[in-house]
């Protein structure tokens, strides 16, 4: 009875697991059957990212913290 139960119990999240791929192919599937026949589409290049940059002059920061705080630390 308990190796019935097992193999049940095991079933069920073998199915559980299947269910839930389809469920998440079945959207997709016809982008997958497009590329699948076509292969991918090339379109225009990407742009480049743009150029990270610092603006403005550096500016430095001091912190205050209240006396209570630093005791604890």
């Known amino acids: 009875m308990a190796a019935v139960l097992g193999m049940a119990f095991f079933l069920t999240v073998l199915?559980?697991?299947?269910?839930?791929?389809?469920?998440?192919v079945r959207p997709r599937m016809?982008?997958?059957l497009f590329l699948l026949q076509y292969g991918p589409v090339v379109g225009?290049?990407?742009?480049?990212a743009p150029r990270v940059t610092l603006r403005g002059r550096p500016v430095p920061?001091?912190?205050?913290v209240p006396a209570r705080l630093l005791a604890a630390a």
Request: aromatic share 4%; hydrophobic share 65%; glycine share 4%.
């Open 30 to 32: 016809a982008r997958i």
């Open 44 to 48: 225009a290049a990407l742009p480049q």
């Open 15 to 24: 199915g559980i697991a299947i269910w839930s791929i389809v469920a998440t």
């Open 61 to 64: 920061m001091r912190m205050t």
